[in-house]
């Protein structure tokens, strides 16, 4: 926990240099002015987040403070946005820079867990999704939906379905794009978040 609150305290100071104003419009989020005080909020997960400026305190609908992981990558995206378009080009977690040296822990604790409890019941994969993540269905694989984790990052969930002679398949997608905004220890933490909830509800 010492080493998340290193890192939560690294995003603060780091995007405590920057406008607000322009923060949002490169990342999608509303910036406000309320009773004095400069206001962040920025949808995540299917959640509307509040960011207080400058101490960019993060908190959820309820106005709860939301765990530090979660709101180190709300910090990172902030400070990743660049303001640029989707790209459209899909790319796995395998094509981005530094993921190779991840690779092997994120198919362990992100790819094969989807695969081994949506594998055998891909229709759950885009009802769960939607009620979880206001997920949309996608044309690539034969299930497959995209989350919209943050306004500019899609994350696409894929599902092949098995058969006599195949076992089900998986995988999860990326716009290119997310290259220039998250880390590739970022976007497995930010993946696993969505699919260990889709594993919970499933089960």
């Not at 993060?58 to 995206?77: R, T």
């Not at 769960?128 to 949309?136: H, Y």
Request: negative net charge; aromatic residues 8%; hydrophobic residues 40%.
């Amino acid at each position: 926990m010492d080493g998340h609150n290193l890192a939560l305290d690294i995003a603060k100071k780091e995007l405590s240099t920057r406008n607000p104003l322009h923060l949002c419009r490169l990342s999608g989020a509303l910036c406000t002015e309320e009773g004095g005080s400069t206001i962040i909020r920025l949808r995540f997960l299917n959640r509307t987040i509040t960011i207080r400026w400058p101490d960019l305190l993060c908190y959820q609908d309820s106005h709860e403070e939301i765990p530090v992981k979660e709101q180190i990558l709300i910090l990172h995206y902030l400070n990743g946005s660049q303001g640029g378009d989707l790209t459209g080009e899909l790319i796995a977690y395998q094509d981005m820079p530094s993921a190779r040296f991840y690779l092997d822990a994120f198919n362990r604790r992100v790819k094969y867990p989807m695969i081994e409890t949506f594998g055998d019941q891909p229709d759950q994969l885009p009802l769960l999704a939607k009620e979880l993540f206001g997920a949309d269905a996608s044309s690539v694989g034969d299930i497959s939906v995209v989350i919209e984790a943050f306004p500019k990052i899609p994350v696409t969930l894929v599902i092949w379905k098995g058969d006599e002679e195949f076992s089900s398949d998986g995988t999860i997608l990326f716009d290119s794009s997310i290259k220039d905004i998250l880390s590739a220890d970022d976007i497995s933490e930010l993946t696993s978040r969505i699919v260990y909830r889709l594993i919970a509800t499933a089960k």
